[in-house]
C-alpha cells in the first residue's frame, strides 16, 4: 500500500514458520485462506507453492462446509515466505526482539529493541503469536521458551501492562514427531489426495500434483490406560498450568478424560516435507512427560517402534483480551496500536493471516489518513472472526469453524473472489491482472448460467442414456437446462458428457473444472442463497446505523441496567454491532433504533 514497513522476529530463521502441523487450510480454515487470497494477501499463493498433498474435505455434505486442505512442506514454506518478504518493496526484515512500545499521550511514537535501537512509528501492530512470556511444559519439565526452542519475548508483556493494556494466560501443545523409519505403513490407512486438485489461488495456472500419502492409525484401550494412569503427571491436571487451552483442539489426556466412552480416538499420520523423515502426529498433543509419551505412542497400531525426534509439549504464553480492541483490530484506548493472531486469544495460522492483513491495512491507512475499513460479519469468515472477538470476546483460544457463521452458504470458498476481489483491488492490494483476469471469469460464470436459463434441449437417445445411468427420470419433451442441472443426480460434467456445456472458456474450450464448479453450485442452491441474500440485506441495515464512540448509555432511558453496562463496555460501532452483544436484547436495539432518529 505504499507505506514505508519493518517486521521484527526474534529469529529470521523462524519467519514464517509452521511449528504445529504444516497444514494450511480445513474446515474453515480453508474459506479464510481463499478470502486472504482474494483479498490479494499471500497465504494462498504460499499454500500452493509449497503442497506435497491436497484434499478437499466434506466433499460428502454441502458445498457451504467443502474446504481446501493443502499439507505443506514445511522448510519450503518458510524460505518461500521469507523471500517474498524480503523482495518486497517498502519492507525491511530486521532480526531483534522489540522489548517496548513507546507511547505518548495515549498515541504509538515508535518502538525500542533489545539491541538500544529507538525507530519511530506511527502505527505498530504486535503479532506475537506465543511468544509473549512463553513457558513449555512437559511432566514436571518446564522452562521459559517459544516453539521450536526459539527464546521467548520476555519484556515487552511489562511495556503492554505499563500502558493499560491487561493480559491473560492461554495455552496450546503440539504432539510429538517421528522418524518415518521406524513407522509401519502396512497397519494403517493410506489417505490419498483429490485426483484433481483444486488451487487456493482462484487465478493459478500451475499444474498442482500430490507427492506424498497420509496416514491414519488410531488409540485402543492400552493407550488410554497408560495416559489415566499417569494423568497425576500432566501439567494440565497439577495445576502447574494455568492458561485456559483451546476446547476444540484438545490434547489426547483431554480427549481420554471427556471422552471416556469412547474406546478410540483418530490419529493422522502426515509428513513435513519432501527432504525430511519427520512425521507429524495430528490428534495426538500432549504435555505428559517424555516417558511416558513413548509408552502410549508405542501401544498404537503402526507406531509400536516409534522413534520420537521432538516430543509434544504445551505452551503457555500471555495475549490480550480482544473486547479491548475495535473492529479495525486497533486498540481503543491506544491510538495506532493494533495486533492480530494469537496475541487477539485466537488459535491457527489462518485465522492469524486473516487478522494480520486487516490490522496491516487499517495501519496503512491510519498512516495515510485514510479512513478504517471494516469486513462486514455478512462478507466473509474473516468479518465474522474479527466480529466475535471484539463483539462477544473469547475466553479459550479462538478458533473459526462453519458454525460460528450464519451465512456459511454465502461464504463458500469457491465465492471468495465474487465476494472480496473488489475490495482487495479498491484498497490497493490486489494486482490489476489479478482483478481483471477475476472480471473475465465472473463474466463468463454468469454468461453460462444465463444460458442454462434460456436454453430448451428436445429427448436425445444420448442425454436419456446419461439421465438413467444417473438414475434420474429421463426426459420426454422440451426442457431448460437449468432444470436438468437442478436435479440432485445431474451434475455440469454429465452436460459435458451429452454435449450440451458451453464452449466459451477462459482458453476458448469448456468452462474449466472451477467455473464448473461454481455454476453447479450457484444453480442448484439458489433458493437457498436468495434467502441468506434477504438476511444479509436486514442485517446491513443495521450494520449502517452509526453508534457515536463517547456516549454514556447509562443516560439513555429505556435501554436495561445490563444493556447500558454492556454497551458502555464494549462501545460498539454500529447498531447490527451492538445486537451481537451479550446481555442486549430486541428491546434494547429497538431503543437504540427510535434514539438515532431522534439526533
Request: net charge positive.
Amino acid at each position: 500500500m505504499g507505506v514505508k514497513t519493518a517486521i521484527f522476529c526474534l529469529s529470521l530463521d523462524t519467519v514464517a514458520n509452521l511449528p504445529c502441523n504444516p497444514s494450511i487450510g480445513g474446515t474453515a480454515k480453508g474459506q479464510i485462506v481463499s478470502e486472504i487470497d482474494a483479498l490479494g494477501g499471500e497465504m494462498g499463493k504460499a499454500a500452493d507453492a509449497c503442497l506435497i498433498q491436497s484434499r478437499t474435505l466434506n466433499k460428502g455434505k454441502g458445498a457451504a462446509v467443502h474446504a481446501l486442505r493443502a499439507q505443506c512442506d514445511r522448510t519450503k514454506y518458510h524460505l518461500y515466505m521469507k523471500q517474498i518478504l524480503e523482495k518486497q518493496k517498502n519492507l525491511v526484515l530486521k532480526q531483534d526482539e522489540v522489548i517496548e512500545i513507546i507511547f505518548e499521550q495515549k498515541k504509538v511514537k515508535g518502538i525500542r529493541t533489545r539491541l538500544g535501537l529507538f525507530y519511530e512509528a506511527k502505527a505498530v501492530i504486535i503479532a506475537s503469536g506465543t511468544y509473549l512470556d512463553a513457558k513449555i511444559h512437559m511432566g514436571d519439565c518446564s522452562f521459559s521458551s517459544g516453539a521450536d526452542g526459539v527464546l521467548p519475548a520476555t519484556v515487552l508483556g511489562k511495556s503492554l501492562e505499563k500502558a493499560g493494556i491487561k493480559l491473560r494466560r492461554f495455552k496450546t501443545g503440539t504432539p510429538a514427531r517421528i522418524n518415518r523409519r521406524s513407522i509401519d505403513f502396512s497397519k494403517t490407512e493410506a489417505q490419498y489426495g483429490d485426483e484433481i486438485i483444486t488451487p487456493f489461488t482462484f487465478d493459478s495456472t500451475q499444474n498442482l500434483q500430490n507427492q506424498v500419502l497420509c496416514y491414519i492409525t488410531y488409540t485402543n484401550q492400552n493407550t488410554h490406560k497408560i495416559i489415566t494412569d499417569n494423568l497425576h503427571s500432566s501439567p494440565l491436571y497439577s495445576g502447574r498450568i494455568h492458561g485456559r487451552g483451546p476446547r476444540y483442539c484438545p490434547s489426547i489426556e483431554d480427549k481420554v478424560v471427556r471422552f471416556a466412552d469412547k474406546d478410540r480416538h483418530q490419529i493422522f499420520i502426515e509428513p513435513m516435507g519432501l527432504d525430511t523423515d519427520e512425521f507429524y502426529l495430528q490428534g495426538l498433543s500432549s504435555s505428559l512427560p517424555a516417558e511416558v509419551q513413548e509408552q502410549f505412542i508405542r501401544t498404537i497400531a503402526g507406531l509400536e517402534n516409534a522413534e520420537i525426534m521432538r516430543h509434544a509439549y504445551a505452551i503457555e504464553y500471555d495475549c490480550c483480551d480482544p473486547l479491548c480492541l475495535y473492529a479495525t483490530l486497533e486498540f481503543k484506548e491506544i491510538q495506532g496500536l493494533f495486533s492480530a493472531g494469537q496475541f487477539n486469544s485466537t488459535s491457527g495460522y489462518e485465522e492469524a493471516a486473516g487478522q494480520g492483513l486487516i490490522a496491516g491495512v487499517n495501519a496503512a491507512r491510519k498512516v495515510q489518513g485514510k479512513e478504517p475499513v471494516i469486513l462486514e460479519r455478512s462478507s466473509s469468515y474473516i468479518g465474522t472472526l474479527i466480529d466475535d472477538l471484539v463483539t462477544k470476546g473469547c475466553d479459550e483460544p479462538y478458533r473459526m469453524m462453519t458454525a460460528r457463521s450464519e451465512f456459511r452458504l454465502m461464504q463458500r470458498q469457491d465465492n471468495a473472489p465474487e465476494r472480496l476481489c473488489k475490495l482487495g483491488y479498491k484498497w490497493g492490494l490486489l494486482e490489476k491482472a489479478r482483478y481483471e483476469y477475476f472480471l473475465e471469469a465472473r463474466k463468463l460464470q454468469e454468461n453460462e448460467i444465463e444460458r442454462l436459463r434460456k436454453t430448451v434441449v428436445k429427448p436425445s437417445p444420448e442425454l436419456n442414456q446419461i439421465l438413467e445411468e444417473r438414475q434420474t427420470t429421463p426426459i420426454t419433451g422440451a426442457v431448460k437446462l437449468i432444470d436438468l442441472l437442478k436435479r440432485p443426480q445431474i451434475f455440469y460434467k454429465d452436460l459435458v458428457r451429452a454435449g450440451l456445456a458451453v464452449r466459451a472458456g477462459l482458453e476458448g474450450e469448456n468452462l474449466p473444472p472451477y467455473l464448473q464448479s461454481k455454476v453447479e453450485t450457484e444453480v442448484k442452491y439458489e433458493g437457498y442463497i436468495k434467502i441468506q441474500e434477504d438476511k444479509i440485506k436486514k442485517a446491513r441495515s443495521l450494520e449502517k446505523k452509526k453508534l457515536p464512540l463517547d456516549f454514556d448509555y447509562k443516560n439513555l432511558k429505556g435501554l436495561s441496567i445490563e444493556a447500558a453496562e454492556k454497551l458502555n463496555l464494549h462501545t460498539p460501532l454500529t447498531v447490527g454491532q451492538a445486537g451481537r452483544i451479550s446481555g442486549v436484547n430486541p428491546a434494547d436495539v429497538a431503543v437504540l433504533l427510535v434514539w438515532l432518529a431522534t439526533l
